[in-house]
């Protein structure tokens, strides 16, 4: 016997004998037989990349225009025997490095959460059981069923294919699918030559196989050539690229600035060029933000995180800056508004109709079929049971399904009905099947009967059956049906049967021509209630929600009208949205709330019609053919229950439970992100600004600068590292959900936040010079009013934090005051960082400061009091004049 997991050409031998060497069967591997293969040659993943070492990490922090400047001034500082200005410059840098690192591992251990949050998965035959396994748990020997949308998971023999084409340019480099087929090829053929095989990392494209894997993990193909299938997303967001762009701006004018300020001082003030350089340095370093880009993409993942707890993952970081601003969402009905849970509750069949009780896949609830006979509804019963994939599982008397919904629904009207899922295929054998494709909306299935006889089975949308039948069938009959049943808000199927002479040769769609129409079925999926709730949510945040579906149109206005989707919705049809042009389309959605009967293609165009009037659309999809849609979208959304791997990786985002609510949370985390970015550039670059405002008009006005070069050092040591953090964490605030959202290209340094800088800069500036010449008048000495100085900045840091925290509300609130923990922790080590600055006499030795009295203490929190009084009234005037918009 093949030594398992031995590499040899599979591609080269005949199913069976794969099948024999690998020591496997149809019924697949038992699960003792998989976990004993499992331990002994490892899960099914390739090797994975070593991060980088902690040194190279810590090192590539100082890789930044900001951090060269500051760099450079220690150097300067040095050279002119500043050594301790020298030694603080220093130790800004590297707490900033510090705080680089552990942002830096923050994000990577939220994307690394993501991976595991979506793993791949397989569908394989244990123990002839169908179910849904880890990928990393495949061994050589499992039965691996395939279909359009997944994406390979090991190396895999084909054993049975239908239609299968399979994308392999993540291994052969070639974009075109390749035809895939069950026999064997020559053995001395090439990767792209052996349509037998189906290996890891590529993409099924079209069509259904099931096979055995013969390679798993690095011995696969993929695994051998070191491949790496699976895309890092980078860390680099647009936004971390025009902060650093605003960095390097930044530092070229201050480069400029300091320049000036220091021919000022020495040409026409009369400072020594050492002082002036030290104190100019000094100003610059106190100048720049250096922190700004980590604490920004702290904010970024600490998002993710937020979001991956509300069962929304991000796979690509900018989607956390553009979800903030969606202003339409477009979204699949089911699964995502309703439950997924399919229940067939109607039967209609030429003579009459039938009603089914029941809830859920449990095979219990009353078949009412009134004055006809339950023999009548047979024929229709069993169509749904053979036409079908699924499987329906009970544990301790909880039913679960694998499959399709809406089979799983038919299955469970089976046991109502009396057929036994399992003593049904004992007498009906199936030999082939055409499975569903979008482009012609139907199934059919080929079986050999308990007589002999080959019946073919078909189900899909009515008017698809209906394209198969007989002439005289009554089709303005089932249209009515149809449309009665849809308008009730059920799904409709269509079953037809056709009886064949003999065994086709190759079974396609001229064998379905002449079938009988045995009826429809209607099927309700109970809608969500949290769908609901977050429909409105997102009405009274301006957010359009945008139903498509492939359902009729009668359901899913049923529906639309059940979740409140608009007060009055309006639906668009497929086949209406053929006839239009793009911009009649265009025009079209803006009164469109429902899409019916849409295909694939048809939802890139709706995208494409939203974006056209510059909206920010997220867009939900599952299949494979949603991925161009996906992509189009400014957030394209998968669902990681029912979606395929090809839609997971057109996506930005993926919801673990396939919910809207969780698109709306999201929604709302993405605002909160926003706002906390805003809110740390809001309270970063007034706070320098204040204190370069005094010491510039002090050399300007040649009077003693107010604080000195060491001491504004280390208040941007202090405070860049307490209290420049914890806007990353605020949550969001009240009514982040009731505003507009914002626009498409809405700067980030926007109107409010550019008068909140100057406003504030003024009156930090006027608080420090007034305290400064207040201390001077009454006796202080410079030592002791400078000290005051330092500390009334850093109160004025703090009491305007508090401020900044409410950018669209009001901070005087207990809410507001009591402050998050984060906000507290940050209070508490900044003001025993003060203490041990203004009282410990090492500290008063290095820094030149001297004790305050109570008093003086008093009067500066009293200051920093009548600071946050004032620019409360000043946010609550501005808005109540209206000057931003971003108020409203």
């Known amino acids: ?16 004998r794969a099948e024999e060497l690998l020591a496997t069967g149809p019924e697949g591997l038992s699960e003792a037989e998989a976990a004993s293969r499992l331990a002994k040659l490892g899960p099914n993943q390739l090797p994975g990349e070593k991060p980088p070492h902690p040194i190279w990490r810590f090192v590539a922090q100082f890789n930044n225009a900001l951090i060269y400047f500051l760099l450079a001034s220690a150097a300067a500082a040095f050279a002119l025997g500043h050594g301790i200005d020298a030694a603080v410059i220093l130790a800004v840098v590297l707490v900033n490095a510090v705080v ?39 061994v050589p020997g499992d039965l691996i069923l395939l279909e359009a949308g997944d994406r390979v998971a090991a190396d895999i023999r084909i054993a049975r294919a239908r ?41 099924v494209v079209r069509g259904q196989a099931s096979g055995y894997v013969v390679a798993t993990g690095a011995r696969t193909e993929i695994g051998q050539i070191g491949a790496l299938v699976r895309a890092v997303p980078r860390m680099v967001t647009p936004l971390l690229r025009q902060i650093d762009s605003f960095g390097t701006k930044l530092t070229l004018l201050i480069l400029a600035g300091s320049i000036a300020l220091f021919v000022l001082a020495t040409r026409f003030r009369g400072y020594d060029w050492v002082d002036a350089l030290i104190a100019v340095v000094a100003l610059a370093v106190g100048a720049i933000p250096e922190g700004l880009p980590a604490v920004i993409t702290i904010t970024l993942a600490i998002g993710v995180q937020r979001m991956a707890r509300r069962r929304a993952v991000i796979r690509k970081l900018p989607a956390v800056e553009t979800l903030g601003a969606t202003s339409v969402i477009c979204t699949d009905k089911t699964g995502t508004l309703t439950r997924n849970e399919m229940l067939v509750t109607r039967l209609v069949i030429p003579e009459g109709e039938a009603t089914v009780g029941g809830s859920g896949y449990a095979p219990q609830g009353e078949i009412a079929t009134g004055a006809l006979p339950r023999e009548a509804f047979a024929d229709l019963v069993t169509c749904g049971a053979l036409c079908n994939d699924a499987q329906l599982r009970e544990d301790a008397g909880s039913w679960s399904l694998v499959g399709d919904p809406m089979e799983g629904a038919l299955l469970a009207l089976a046991a109502k009905y009396g057929i036994v899922h399992h003593k049904l295929h004992k007498h009906w054998q ?38 198969t039948c007989c002439e005289g069938t009554d089709a303005a009959h089932w249209h009515a049906a149809t449309q009665r049943a849809a308008h009730e808000g059920e799904r409709v199927l269509g079953f037809a049967m056709h009886h064949l002479h003999e065994r086709p040769t190759r079974f396609d769609f001229a064998h379905l021509e002449g079938a009988r129409m045995l009826g429809i079925m209607g099927f309700i999926d109970p809608k969500r209630e949290e769908a609901r709730v977050a429909i409105a949510q997102c009405r009274s945040a301006g957010i359009a929600v945008k139903m498509i579906t492939g359902d009729h149109v009668e359901t899913a206005l049923a529906i639309a009208r059940q979740l409140d989707l608009a007060d ?49 659309v997220a867009m939900t999809g599952d299949g494979v053919n949603d991925a161009p849609s996906l992509r189009q979208a400014d957030v394209g959304t998968a669902m990681a229950l029912s979606g395929t791997q090809a839609a997971r990786e057109a996506s930005e985002m993926v919801l673990l439970d396939d919910n809207f609510a969780s698109i709306v949370a999201a929604v709302r985390e993405g605002r909160t992100v926003y706002d906390n970015i805003r809110k740390v550039i809001a309270w ?47 949550p969001p605030e009240p009514g982040i ?33 007034g305290v400064y010449f207040a201390a001077l008048a009454l006796g202080h000495p410079l030592a002791e009013a400078r000290t005051m100085v330092v500390n009334m900045l850093v109160i004025a840091e703090i009491f305007y934090l508090f401020n900044v925290r409410y950018m669209h509300g009001r901070s005087l609130t207990w809410r507001g005051l009591l402050g998050t923990r984060a906000v507290v922790i940050a209070i ?61």
């Open 430 to 467: 199936r030999v082939d099947e055409i499975p569903f494709d979008a482009a012609y909306r139907l199934m059919a299935t080929l079986y050999r009967g308990p007589d002999g006889e080959w019946t073919v089975f078909i189900k899909g949308a009515p008017e698809a059956v209906l394209a």
């Open 568 to 616: 009055e919705p309006r639906a668009l049809t497929g086949a209406q949205i053929e006839t239009m042009s793009d911009e009649e389309l265009a025009q079209a959605v803006l009164e469109t709330s429902v899409f019916a009967r849409a295909s694939p293609e048809h939802k890139l165009r709706i995208v494409r019609a939203e974006q056209s009037h510059g909206a920010i």
């Open 737 to 769: 959900m009731e505003r507009p959202p914002r626009g498409k290209d809405a700067p980030l340094l926007s109107g409010f936040i550019a008068w909140r800088v100057g406003v504030v800069s003024l009156v930090f500036a006027a608080a420090l010079l």
């Open 163 to 203: 239609s299968l084409a399979i994308e392999e340019a993540a291994l052969t480099g070639e974009a075109v699918a390749a035809d895939k087929h069950a026999q064997a090829v020559a053995a001395d053929a090439g990767i792209g030559d052996r349509s037998s095989m189906a290996f890891s990392g590529t993409l």
């Open 100 to 138: 680089g690192v552990v942002q830096e591992g923050r994000a990577e251990k939220a994307l690394a959460g993501i991976e595991t949050l979506l793993g791949e998965h397989a569908l394989v035959v244990r123990d002839g059981q169908r179910q849904t396994i880890d990928a990393r748990d495949l």
């Open 828 to 888: 508490a080590l900044v003001s025993a960082a003060q203490l041990a600055f203004t009282y410990v006499p090492v500290m008063q030795a290095i820094f030149e400061t001297r004790a305050l009295s109570l008093l003086d203490g008093s009067i500066l929190i009293l200051t920093g009091i009548a600071i946050f009084v004032f620019l409360e009234l000043e946010k609550m005037l501005v808005r109540r004049l209206g000057w931003f918009a971003e108020l409203a």
């Open 684 to 730: 970063t670059l007034p706070t320098n600004g204040g204190e370069i405002i005094a010491v510039v008009l002090a050399i300007a006005l040649d009077f003693a600068l107010p604080m000195t070069a060491t001491q504004i050092l280390w208040i941007n040591l202090v405070t860049s590292v307490t209290l420049g953090l914890v806007l990353a964490f605020e």
């Open 1 to 16: 016997m093949q030594q398992i997991g031995e590499t040899r050409s599979w591609h080269g031998i005949e199913a069976a």
